[in-house]
């Protein structure tokens, strides 16, 4: 079975700063799909990132990119310019290829402070 | 805009009284899901899908079913709540076999009484 690790519960960053988030991932697979998810205070669960595991390019979307380390399993968030609107749960996820079977971290909840 | 619906927004039900979550999606995607999340955790997926073919996870209770009458309609029937199963419960729709990006709607937070 696959599981997804976040080791970080709370994490915080000043305004405009960069702050990275962590995540580690356990599978046997070669194929597979990396997401970042954030889920901001009682609102719906969007998309950030996605990663495909045979691209060695690591995925950029504008403030948002991540570091994808297959060998070590690891895929970490970069938010660089952070902004008050990035506060929210974080979650990574596992997807293997072909499946629908989607697996979630425990979450990192990053406050941005004025 | 597409998008995928859950209603309502807030449920609350009465210890073992049946209750039913809706979810419809106008992104005509061939695969639903139904994940439950408890505060401050990660959603559990509970069953989902593809087309009219229903998978179940291996834990989730049976006291959770679903239908899918349709492509766009997808339904969580809790048939005898306990206290344990107050949580959020989210829909999410996809592709298929699409890169698996998925969909979330807003959610439905269930109380029980």
Partial sequence: ?114 | DAMVIQNPRYQVTQFGKPVTLSCSQTLNHNVMYWYQQKSSQAPKLLFHYYDKDFNNEADTPDNFQSRRPNTSFCFLDIRSPGLGDAAMYLCATSRGQSRGSQHFGDGTRLSIL
């Fill in chain 1, 1 to 114: 079975a696959q599981t997804v690790t976040q080791s970080q519960p709370e994490m915080s960053v000043q305004e405009a700063e960069t702050v990275t988030l962590s995540c580690t991932y356990d599978t046997s697979e070669n194929n597979y799909y990396l997401f970042w998810y954030k889920q901001p205070p009682s609102r719906q669960m969007i998309l950030v990132i996605r990663q495909e595991a045979y691209k060695q390019q690591n995925a950029t979307e504008n403030r948002f990119s991540v570091n994808f380390q297959k060998a070590a399993k690891s895929f970490s968030l970069k938010i660089s310019d952070s902004q008050l609107g990035d506060t929210a749960m974080y979650f990574c996820a596992f997807m293997k290829y072909n499946n629908n079977d989607m697996r979630f971290g425990a979450g990192t909840r990053l406050t941005v402070k004025p």
